[in-house]
């Protein structure tokens, strides 16, 4: 048996898997915490990292590896091989402000043509202006920028601070993939190109940013002095590119994840420019494209109304079943933590529809779930108009194996649900890539279904959702 190892560094843990690279059937596994915030240290990535392979039994029985991360994240080098300062992440919403005078300097239009994106707080672009701008010192030195998956190959090749790590800061080596330079707002999906222009125009001049590998690309070997020596390491992956590999998504299928943050997207053969910012056209891990739509609140939304409710998620589920779709009215928009999708980063949540009749706990359990669904959905529409035909929803995330969540999310958005098994959808797409690389071709590894399901669709939730969203003042 051929095992291959795949990671997935998320905002809050990292995930190890190691795998059969002919089936794909998980072997072992381990995990990691992260530490909380939006601006983290990435040598606590590092130290995670090295943790959760020690939970999934090390590396000494594994024939590839690769690492698939949270996009977006800012990870600034200097010429030494440091880290200038702690990473922002992309639920960092400080360079807002950034991202807008960027748009207003290249235009909306112009970067949608030249990087399939239009810049918003999450990407890499707006948060070195923020830096250039807040913090002219730190931008002074850095050397070279990169994302946190890159980060993390680079040290696992062996690379990092002068004097601290086997093979030096040769920041030369920095590698990334195309899905995951999709997210920086400097580099084109339909070019295959980075624009330093607008590299220059974020920090205010150059510096080096890593080499874009090709899907199937071996970047090198393992060399850091914690782990076996000589591992072939793969290009890796943005999360969410990395989680279609895992899924097995096709031309069709649209993917919800619901997890700190709720993201929809769908695998593309074209690339998609949308001017009005709603939908990222992101590169794909495998040559194709994936655009996106994010929200920033998702299953955090379940987690303060549980609390709120006093319940547990199982009692968060039986309360909203227990309601008619549209929660006799009762409508929460669910913007706890601001909103990316719609722009709205100084937004806050709002529950409107209150009357006597429909002030209960199981209506506020609904609502809950349905807003969380209603902002997705719009997101889904944004896509659509982009030239999707969906024919089914892969839901997944925590939230998805909710006993409430699938049918709610069926009869919200229209269409067929599928929940597949539990897993670890990222680590196991960038494990996929991993045995991918060892025989050059992508292998076709079955999906375990835990349920499905078809409601009819409930039109008159979204139109209750999207009525109040224009009542707030800030809509």
Same mark, same amino acid.
């Given at each position: 048996?051929?095992?291959?190892a795949?990671?997935?560094?998320s905002t809050?843990?990292c995930?190890v @898997?190691v795998?059969?690279a002919d089936?794909g059937?998980?072997? %072992?596994?381990? %995990?990691?915490?992260? #530490?909380?915030g939006?601006?983290?240290?990435?040598?606590a990535w590092?130290?995670?990292?090295?943790?959760?392979? &020690?939970?999934?039994?090390?590396?000494g029985? @594994?024939?590839?590896i690769a690492?698939?991360?949270q996009?977006?994240?800012?990870?600034?080098?200097?010429?030494?091989?440091? +880290?200038?300062?702690?990473? *922002?992440l992309?639920?960092d919403?400080?360079?807002?402000?950034?991202a807008?005078?960027?748009?207003?300097?290249v235009?909306?239009d112009?970067?949608?043509?030249?990087?399939?994106v239009?810049? @918003?707080?999450?990407f890499?672009?707006?948060?070195?202006?923020?830096?250039?701008?807040h913090e002219?010192?730190?931008?002074?030195?850095?050397? $070279?920028?990169?994302?946190?998956?890159d980060? *993390?190959t680079?040290?696992?090749?062996?690379?990092? !601070?002068?004097?601290?790590?086997?093979?030096?800061?040769?920041?030369? &080596?920095?590698?990334?993939?195309?899905?995951?330079?999709?997210?920086t707002?400097?580099?084109?999906?339909?070019?295959g190109q980075?624009?330093?222009e *607008?590299?220059e125009?974020a920090?205010?001049?150059?510096?080096?940013?890593?080499r874009v590998?090709?899907?199937?690309?071996? +970047?090198?070997a393992?060399? =850091?002095s914690?782990? #076996?020596?000589?591992?072939?390491?793969?290009?890796?992956?943005?999360?969410? =590119?990395?989680?279609?590999?895992g899924?097995g998504?096709?031309?069709?299928?649209?993917?919800?994840?619901?997890?700190?943050?709720?993201?929809?997207?769908?695998?593309? !053969?074209e690339p998609?420019?949308?001017?009005?910012?709603?939908? &990222?056209?992101?590169?794909?891990?495998?040559?194709a494209?994936?655009?996106?739509?994010a929200?920033?609140?998702?299953?955090?939304?379940?987690?303060?109304?549980?609390?709120?409710?006093?319940?547990n998620?199982?009692?968060?589920a039986?309360?909203a079943r227990?309601?008619?779709?549209?929660?006799?009215?009762?409508v929460?928009?669910?913007?706890?933590?601001?909103?990316?999708?719609?722009?709205?980063?100084?937004?806050?949540?709002?529950?409107?529809?209150?009357?006597? $009749?429909?002030?209960?706990?199981?209506?506020?359990?609904r609502?809950?779930i349905?807003?969380?669904?209603?902002?997705?959905a719009d997101?889904?529409?944004a896509?659509v108009?982009?030239?999707?035909?969906p024919?089914r929803?892969?839901?997944?995330?925590?939230?998805?194996r909710s006993r409430a969540?699938?049918?709610i999310?069926?009869?919200?958005l229209?269409?067929?649900?599928?929940?597949p098994? #539990?897993?670890?959808?990222?680590?196991?797409? &960038?494990?996929?890539?991993?045995?991918g690389?060892l025989?050059?071709?992508m292998?076709?590894?079955?999906?375990?279904?835990?349920?499905?399901?078809e409601h #009819?669709?409930?039109?008159?939730v979204?139109? $209750?959702y999207?009525?109040?969203?224009?009542?707030r003042?800030w $809509?």
């Amino acid at each position: 048996m051929t095992l291959v190892a795949g990671v997935d560094s998320s905002t809050q843990s990292c995930k190890v @898997v190691v795998v059969d690279a002919d089936t794909g059937a998980v072997v %072992r596994e381990g %995990r990691a915490p992260h #530490p909380d915030g939006t601006s983290v240290d990435p040598t606590a990535w590092w130290d995670a990292l090295l943790a959760a392979i &020690a939970d999934a039994g090390g590396l000494g029985d @594994v024939a590839a590896i690769a690492v698939a991360g949270q996009q977006h994240g800012m990870v600034a080098l200097d010429a030494d091989g440091r +880290v200038v300062r702690d990473a *922002l992440l992309w639920n960092d919403t400080r360079s807002a402000a950034a991202a807008a005078a960027l748009v207003d300097e290249v235009g909306a239009d112009e970067y949608a043509r030249r990087t399939g994106v239009v810049p @918003v707080a999450s990407f890499t672009a707006t948060k070195l202006r923020w830096m250039r701008d807040h913090e002219p010192e730190s931008a002074d030195r850095v050397a $070279a920028v990169c994302l946190p998956h890159d980060w *993390l190959t680079w040290r696992l090749r062996g690379h990092g !601070p002068a004097g601290e790590s086997p093979l030096g800061p040769d920041l030369d &080596a920095l590698t990334t993939d195309r899905s995951d330079a999709s997210g920086t707002a400097y580099w084109s999906p339909t070019t295959g190109q980075y624009d330093l222009e *607008l590299l220059e125009r974020a920090l205010g001049r150059r510096v080096r940013v890593p080499r874009v590998l090709e899907p199937l690309e071996t +970047v090198g070997a393992t060399g =850091a002095s914690e782990l #076996p020596a000589g591992i072939p390491i793969g290009a890796g992956a943005g999360d969410n =590119a990395a989680a279609a590999l895992g899924l097995g998504a096709a031309e069709g299928d649209v993917v919800i994840s619901l997890g700190t943050s709720g993201t929809v997207f769908a695998v593309t !053969p074209e690339p998609v420019r949308d001017a009005s910012g709603t939908v &990222a056209g992101f590169a794909s891990a495998d040559g194709a494209f994936l655009p996106l739509v994010a929200t920033l609140n998702a299953a955090r939304v379940l987690d303060v109304t549980a609390a709120l409710l006093g319940v547990n998620h199982d009692g968060l589920a039986d309360l909203a079943r227990a309601a008619a779709p549209g929660a006799d009215g009762l409508v929460l928009l669910p913007y706890f933590e601001g909103e990316r999708t719609p722009n709205l980063p100084d937004a806050t949540a709002s529950l409107g529809g209150m009357t006597l $009749a429909s002030t209960t706990r199981e209506n506020l359990a609904r609502a809950a779930i349905e807003g969380m669904l209603c902002g997705l959905a719009d997101g889904l529409d944004a896509i659509v108009r982009q030239g999707l035909r969906p024919r089914r929803l892969l839901l997944v995330g925590g939230a998805a194996r909710s006993r409430a969540v699938p049918g709610i999310a069926s009869e919200v958005l229209g269409l067929p649900v599928v929940v597949p098994e #539990p897993g670890e959808y990222v680590a196991r797409g &960038a494990a996929r890539q991993a045995a991918g690389m060892l025989v050059g071709a992508m292998p076709e590894w079955p999906l375990t279904e835990h349920a499905s399901v078809e409601h #009819p669709a409930a039109p008159h939730v979204r139109a $209750a959702y999207a009525a109040e969203a224009a009542r707030r003042t800030w $809509a």
